[in-house]
């Protein structure tokens, strides 16, 4: 006899009244007994079902983890769409497309007029200036090879656009208007450009030289809130830029206005008036979108993407039971068959497999709930995020892993339920 079989008390099954054998009744398990045998088999394998039950807590922890961290990520993202968004008005100059409007629509004091009016914080001008085949930025007169940075574009911008974009410098500062109006030949660059073209200070006055024209660098770009491309730019004043290459030729100027809180939808109905009271037709104005569309959109994405995720979790760990499971039932094929002579029907060797993976499932989710929790709370404490876990998660995820395990010891318990007592107890 096994160690497995050696425990068997044959007292458990009791006789039925339709017991097959002559004198005795049909045997019953009582529930209490399939508990205790469920436990019992638990507890005789204890490396193999602490393996078995790390898939559920893998499964649920993830499943817990993700949800958490989507709530979370969630709320930061809403607070980002409130603060940078929801204060951003975007301004395009659509008057080249008239023969009779000027080339660029923009008047000269254009960021003065927009942040007169009421809730408005900022606003800067700008655009991408096309350079010519042979106008790559340098860092060396035109005729050297030295440090020839051909990918770097630049931008054209009123003083205003620093503000706007809410720009932060490493080194020097930001052109202004004695530059725009004197039409100073100065520029600022960002910090990865800077590293290219190998300007590391500016205290030896250096200069980017773009074409034939020779720009002194007042300052290099920390970071910028707004308008990220103008880290990789080269930006000079809109006054040199008009003189030097002309107006702009693709897309034409564009105006960033940075708005107080709220202000932003009144801001759009008024700047086209304020910038060109005469011809407000030469602008197009974007306000931002709806933020309450525009938050439930991106959170019903990222609800979903991340249920589905969290669902794979949980699959694989019931696909480790489910595998975990059917080896024990091949191991375990003369207990079972020594069960069966003894009286006990397919259904209890089904209940007592059942019994077993859903309590593994049910421990497996308890601990994979806890092992969530406490990643979401790690997570946020790190980000210096406020945690967001849904109760009604956290009252499912222990179900969840007993359905798991419910489901994954269905086909080993059936499987079990079939093995015939003489064939098994051959083997």
């Not at 249920?307 to 949980?314: E, F, N, P, T």
Request: proline share 6%.
């Amino acid at each position: 006899m096994t160690k497995s079989t050696s425990r068997l008390t044959p007292g458990r099954f009791h006789p039925g009244p339709g017991a097959s054998c002559p004198g005795q009744g049909r045997s019953r398990l009582a529930v209490r007994d399939l508990f205790s045998e469920a436990v019992a088999g638990i507890l005789q394998r204890p490396a193999r079902s602490v393996l078995t039950a790390l898939g559920t807590v893998l499964g649920v922890g993830a499943f817990i983890s993700v949800l958490g961290l989507t709530g979370t990520a969630a709320s930061q993202i809403d607070a980002r769409f409130n603060l940078l968004t929801a204060t951003e008005v975007d301004v395009t100059d659509v008057g080249p497309r008239n023969a009779a409007a000027p080339e660029v629509a923009f008047p000269d004091d254009a960021d003065a007029r927009i942040t007169r009016l009421n809730g408005a914080l900022a606003a800067g001008v700008y655009w991408d200036v096309r350079l010519g085949p042979e106008e790559a930025v340098r860092a060396a007169p035109a005729g050297t090879a030295d440090r020839v940075d051909s990918g770097t574009q630049v931008v054209a911008a009123s003083p205003g656009i620093w503000s706007a974009t809410d720009a932060r410098f490493v080194q020097g500062r930001a052109f202004d208007g004695f530059h725009e109006s004197r039409r100073q030949a100065v520029a600022v660059i960002g910090e990865g450009t800077a590293r290219r073209l190998g300007i590391t200070t500016l205290r030896t006055h250096p200069a980017v030289f773009i074409g034939g024209t020779a720009f002194t660098v007042i300052g290099i770009l920390e970071d910028v809130e707004r308008k990220p491309e103008l880290l990789l730019s080269v930006t000079v004043p809109r006054s040199v830029a008009e003189r030097t290459w002309g107006a702009p030729a693709d897309e034409g100027a564009r105006m960033l206005i940075a708005t107080r809180l709220g202000a932003a939808g009144q801001l759009a109905h008024e700047a086209a008036v304020a910038l060109r009271p005469e011809h407000p037709e030469y602008f197009k104005v974007t306000p931002p979108p709806d933020p309450r569309s525009l938050r439930g959109a991106v959170g019903d994405d990222l609800n979903q993407l991340f249920l589905l995720l969290a669902g794979v979790c949980l699959v694989v760990g019931a696909v480790g039971i489910a595998n975990t499971t059917l080896v024990a039932v091949m191991e375990r094929t003369g207990e079972i068959g020594l069960r069966r002579a003894l009286g006990a029907r397919g259904i209890h060797i089904t209940l007592q497999f059942l019994a077993e993976s859903a309590a593994l499932g049910l421990v497996g989710g308890l601990v994979g709930t806890s092992v969530g929790t406490v990643v979401v709370v790690s997570v946020s404490a790190a980000r210096q995020w406020t945690p967001v876990l849904d109760p009604t998660a956290l009252a499912l995820a222990p179900a969840l892993g007993l359905a798991a395990g419910l489901l994954a010891g269905l086909y080993p318990a059936w499987r079990a339920s079939r093995i015939p007592p003489v064939e098994a107890l051959r083997r």
